[in-house]
C-alpha cells in the first residue's frame, strides 16, 4: 500500500508520538529540576538576621533542681541562655527569651513564644538532676513527634558542647517533653551538667564553665543554621530547606493516561 508523501505507517507514527511524548516529559522533568535546582541542592545560608531563635531558660519563679550546696538550676538555666543570648545576637541573628529573669512561665507559654513568632528554632536550656550524686555528663534532647530536624539540631548542640566543656556525652535523645512536642519548629532541649554532682555543682558556679556551655550551644545552633538554614528560591527570595524523593526513578515512557508525580518536603526555617 502506497501512502501519500511524507506520511509514516501506523505502526511507526504511533512509535514517533511516543518518542515525542518521553522527549516532552524529560524536558518538563529537567525544566522543572533546572528551577528548583538552588534548593534542591544547595545548602547556601541565609544572613543571620533572617533566622529567629527562641531561647527557653528552663524552670522560674518556684524552685526548682538545687544542688548539694544549695546552687539552683532555674538562676545557672538563665545566665547560661543570657550568653547564649549576647552570643547570638552579636552575631547577628535575632533572638526572643521565652524569660529574662526569676518569673514563671508555663510550659504552653513558652511553646506559644516559639509559634506565635514563627521562630526558626527552639532551644530549652536546663541543667540535671537525679537522686544519684555520683551521675555526670551533658545530654540534649529532641523528640520524633516533634517538627522534623529536631534530631539534627540537637545533635549539633550537643556536639558542641561536649568538645567545649570536655563532659562525658550521654548523647542525643528522643524525649516526649511538652515543649518539644508542642513546638512547631526544629526544638531541642539541653541538659548542660548535673546539678546533683558535687564536682559539678562547684563547675556550675564558675563563669568560666557556663561560658564553655554556652559557647557549645552557641556553636551548635549556628552549625545546624548553616547546614540546614537553606537556600533561597529566585525569585521569591524565600529561605528554604527541601528533601526530595529520587526523581531518577521516573520511567522512560508513560502509557496513555499514566502519571508521575514529584512529591516534595518543604519548610521554611527563616523568619520572613
Do not use: C
Not at 515525542?20 to 534548593?39: G, N, Y
Not at 549539633?156 to 561536649?162: D, E, F, G, K, W
Request: charged letters at 20%.
Amino acid at each position: 500500500m502506497s501512502l501519500p508523501k511524507g506520511e509514516l505507517p501506523p505502526n511507526r507514527a504511533r512509535r514517533k508520538t511516543k518518542v515525542k511524548r518521553v522527549t516532552t516529559l524529560i524536558v518538563a522533568v529537567s525544566v522543572f529540576l533546572s528551577m528548583f535546582s538552588p534548593w534542591l541542592t544547595s545548602t547556601a545560608q541565609a544572613a543571620p538576621g533572617n533566622y529567629l531563635i527562641v531561647l527557653d531558660p528552663g524552670d522560674g519563679g518556684v524552685v526548682g533542681a538545687t544542688g548539694p550546696t544549695g546552687l539552683q538550676e532555674k538562676v545557672v538555666n538563665l545566665d547560661i541562655a543570657l550568653r547564649v543570648r549576647d552570643r547570638l545576637v552579636g552575631a547577628g541573628y535575632r533572638v526572643i527569651m521565652t524569660r529574662d529573669s526569676d518569673n514563671p512561665v508555663s510550659l504552653a507559654q513558652r511553646v506559644d513564644i516559639a509559634n506565635r513568632n514563627n521562630a526558626s528554632v527552639f532551644v530549652s536550656i536546663h541543667t540535671n538532676a537525679v537522686s544519684n550524686r555520683e551521675v555526670h555528663g551533658t545530654e540534649t534532647y529532641f523528640s520524633s513527634r516533634g517538627a522534623p530536624y529536631g534530631f539534627h539540631l540537637a545533635n549539633h548542640i550537643q556536639s558542641r558542647v561536649v568538645i567545649n566543656t570536655g563532659s562525658q556525652s550521654r548523647g542525643v535523645k528522643d524525649g516526649a517533653f511538652f515543649v518539644l512536642t508542642h513546638t512547631t519548629m526544629p526544638a531541642a532541649l539541653q541538659e548542660g551538667e548535673f546539678i546533683s554532682n558535687p564536682d559539678k555543682e562547684a563547675l556550675l558556679r564558675t563563669d568560666a564553665f557556663r561560658d564553655k556551655i554556652a559557647q557549645g550551644i552557641f556553636e551548635g545552633i549556628v552549625n545546624f543554621l548553616n547546614e540546614y538554614g537553606a537556600a533561597t528560591i529566585s525569585p521569591t527570595n524565600y529561605t528554604y530547606r527541601a528533601a526530595y524523593n529520587d526523581y531518577q526513578r521516573t520511567p522512560s515512557s508513560l502509557s496513555p493516561g499514566q502519571q508521575v508525580s514529584f512529591p516534595f518536603a518543604v519548610r521554611n526555617l527563616s523568619n520572613f
